[in-house]
């Protein structure tokens, strides 16, 4: 049940971060501004899937290269790994810590990149941004339009020193942190952090080997 609403989440996550209406793009984007960065994001990545007949044939490989360069830069996976790992990130050593994230980064890319290649007609409304020019973090608050109800889609974002990255999204209340520290918190209480460690790399091997679904 839980994989179902990961596989969910991911797909409208896909959507909303790839497909917008085409009129959201008459200007540049402001990438200094959270929402802006996003939309130009999907400015990008929308460009590439459509001028990439690999990429729309369900090519993993390709869809994963894709992610990997154009939407991994703006995310803060090692944030991102350490909520989801809530009090046993401080556990891990440093050197646990840089595996966790790269296994976590992969897994995410592997078991999700697949909806990348099924997106078609899904566009994008943004809501008003409300924040003020000295705040830290902020959601970025969209709904994805397509076949059946809206469904709300927000982006967790926080500022860096290198530009604003997410970090976290909402899918109908289920934010993605949330639904993997269970299943970490479970690893670890069996087999400890290298334990954890250990069952991302196995997945990773497996989502590698198997063939694409439709």
Do not use: C, H
Not at 90 to 108: G, I, N
Not at 116 to 134: E, F, G
Not at 147 to 174: A, S
Request: charged residues 25%; without cysteine; positive net charge.
């Amino acid at each position: 049940m839980k994989t179902r609403i990961l596989k969910a989440w991911f797909s409208v996550f896909a959507a909303g971060l790839f497909l917008v209406g085409t009129s959201l793009f008459a200007q540049t984007p402001d990438q200094s501004t959270p929402d802006g960065l996003i939309k130009s994001v999907v400015s990008d990545v929308m460009t590439s899937v459509k001028s990439d007949p690999e990429i729309q044939k369900g090519n993993i490989p390709r869809v994963v290269d894709l992610v990997d360069k154009k939407i991994v830069p703006y995310t803060d996976m090692r944030r991102t790994t350490e909520m989801a790992m809530g009090p046993n990130w401080k556990k891990a050593t440093p050197e646990q810590q840089t595996q966790l994230v790269s296994e976590f980064r992969t897994l995410l890319i592997r078991t999700y990149s697949g909806a990348l290649s099924q997106l078609r007609d899904q566009t994008v409304q943004y809501k008003a941004l409300r924040a003020s020019p000295d705040d830290q973090e902020v959601v970025v608050k969209t709904v994805v339009l397509g076949r059946g109800d809206p469904v709300p889609l927000d982006y967790r974002m926080e500022k860096t020193p290198t530009g604003w990255k997410v970090y976290d999204m909402n899918i109908m209340g289920v934010w993605l942190v949330e639904a993997y520290r269970n299943q970490f918190a479970n690893q670890i209480s069996q087999n400890g952090i290298e334990g954890l460690i250990k069952f991302l790399q196995e997945r990773n091997k497996q989502l590698a080997t198997a063939k694409p679904s439709n």
